[in-house]
């Protein structure tokens, strides 16, 4: 059973086409982090929230941080090509030292 | 911010050889990790590098199978030992800025192939 399981695991849409991704755990986190990673490139941070029920917003994505701090979604409006990516959630664990990342979700945005 | 550079990008390797990751980071930096990737899929922790001691591994992995060095703040190596197909993988360094919210920067990864 992973720390951090994402859904969905793959989605393919069309351009303009909003969506959600999922991050769960049955554990509370202190924080938590959303990545982006892009064929051949190293995941890229996109956003850490830090407070239950969080919401912040980057141009057309919105995270949110679970009441409870065991879950948090993405949403992606109006979705474009340039969103094609593997997106990551991560939390700290090990005291806080390490990283463990959730399942991914494979987005693939078409035109 | 931290740039990590990353060599080899890319090798394919015989059964039975091994192969040594180098990691550089632009700036100094408390921690270091490496990851290992399956195309498409999430990342999995290998070890934290410790500078000056010997390194912390996850289950899973060990020493002798993933020698690690990291003489200093801004370089580690990941050596990837008598290699299998099975070991086929990107393997990503990592570096993590200060505290508990700390952003992890990636190098670009290592693909490597094992025949």
């Known amino acids: 059973t992973q720390l951090l399981e994402q859904s969905p695991q793959f989605l393919s849409i069309q351009e303009g086409e909003n969506l959600t991704v999922y991050c769960n755990s049955s554990s509370v986190f202190s924080s938590l982090q959303w990545y982006r990673q892009e064929p051949g490139e190293g995941p890229v941070l996109l956003v850490t929230v830090v407070t239950g029920g969080e919401v912040k917003k980057l141009k057309r994505l919105t995270f949110q941080f679970g009441d409870a701090r065991k879950d948090s979604s993405l949403h992606i409006t109006a979705a474009q090509p340039g969103d094609t990516g593997l997106y990551l959630c991560?939390?700290?664990?090990?005291?806080?030292?390490?990283?463990?990342f959730g399942t991914g979700t494979q987005l693939k945005v078409e035109l | 911010s931290a740039v990590i550079s990353q060599k080899p990008s890319r090798d394919i390797c015989q059964r039975g050889t091994s192969l040594t990751i180098q990691c550089q980071v632009d700036?100094?930096?408390?921690?270091m990790f490496w990851y290992r990737q399956q195309p498409g899929q999430s990342l999995t922790l290998i070890a934290t590098?410790?500078?000056?001691?010997?390194?912390?591994?996850e289950s899973g992995f060990v020493i002798d199978k993933f020698p690690i060095s990291r003489p200093n703040l801004t370089f580690s190596t990941l050596t990837v030992s008598n290699m299998s197909p099975e070991d086929s993988s990107i393997y990503l360094c990592?570096?993590?800025?200060?505290?508990?919210?700390?952003?992890?920067?990636f190098g670009e990864g290592s693909r490597l192939t094992v025949l």
């Open positions: 990592s570096a993590r800025t200060s505290g508990p919210t700390g952003e992890l920067f």
């Open positions: 700036s100094q930096v408390t921690m």
């Open positions: 991560a939390a700290p664990t090990g005291g806080g030292n390490k990283l463990t």
């Open positions: 590098a410790n500078q000056g001691s010997e390194a912390t591994y």
